[in-house]
């Protein structure tokens, strides 16, 4: 059981008063800070507690498409430059970016 729901566990039993435990002995056996439990009480109280944060299983915006890929893959191979001209040419995407998507196809 991970910690934010043990915790949400035991705020609850504390809030139907089935534990006599205080909000910081509940913090120091989850290992989070009295202030963030007080949080999490807040929530639970709300009912807007989430235990998943809400970017999981989402594709990051600034994602490379295929097509970029492609398209970066050919131009590097039509040019014989290196790859620090090649990136200030380019002006898209970072160095990093770029060279780790070269590397991977095996052009450097």
Do not use: W
């Not at 566990?9 to 290992?31: P, R, S, V, W």
């Not at 809400?54 to 295929?66: D, H, T």
């Amino acid at each position: 059981m991970s910690n934010k729901k043990e915790a949400v566990k035991l705020i609850e039993d504390k809030l139907n008063k089935k534990t006599f435990l205080t909000y910081k002995e509940i913090a120091e056996l989850t290992g989070y800070h009295p202030k963030y439990i007080l949080k999490l009480k807040r929530e639970v109280i709300e009912g807007t507690i989430q235990l998943e944060h809400g970017n999981k299983n989402r594709v990051p915006a600034n994602v490379m498409s295929e097509e970029e890929k492609q398209k970066i893959i050919t131009l590097y191979k039509k040019s014989n430059v290196s790859i620090r001209k090649f990136c200030n040419f380019y002006n898209r995407r970072s160095y990093s970016c770029i060279y780790n998507l070269l590397k991977e196809n095996g052009l450097l």
